[in-house]
């Protein structure tokens, strides 16, 4: 099963902050919960593991990053992700286009470009539910990526944001996540959740 995902989210930092962040893999990795490098083999490749938690029970996933191209001029990240749970039952791979746009001295955008797959056991019980699931997965990471740029600043912000990231979860919780995707629906379904 394949998703494709385009989403735009706004970052409280210079751009230039938001860079700096955005090329270090390790702390790019730690935004999404449950990520973590475990060991960085060259300057563009690199092993790590995402733990999931699904009720009283967690699954770990292992794989490679790829980085494919870090362009500094257009502030743009391309990576290449993949992995398989430890029982072999579930594959993944993400190809992810990250791009920094300044939107003016204290502000920026991250946008995000990204082909999820998801192969095995896991797709076939997630199925329809990919797409809503990937999309809260983005929206966490674009979450804990801004208080991470924040905490690299000065001031009071800072000082909250470096306190978030200390409760920040240690694996993506999968029941959260459909939890977030019931919310949406209902909100949607009673017009709570209309775009303008």
Known sequence: MQVKLEKSYPIEAPVA????????????AECMPGAEITEQIDDNHFKGTVKVKLGPTTASFKGDIEI?????ASRQLQLYGKGTDVKGTSGAAMDLTATLAENGPGACTLKGDSEVTVTGKMASFGGRMMSQVSDQILDQFAQNFNTR???MGEGAAAEEASARLAEQPKELNALG?????????FKR????GKQS
């Open 17 to 28: 902050s938001a860079w700096q962040l955005l090329q270090d893999i390790k702390s790019v």
């Open 68 to 72: 494919r191209a870090l362009d500094a």
């Open 149 to 151: 740029v924040v905490a």
């Open 177 to 185: 996540l459909i939890w977030g995707m019931i919310v949406s629906f």
């Open 189 to 192: 379904l009673f017009g709570g």
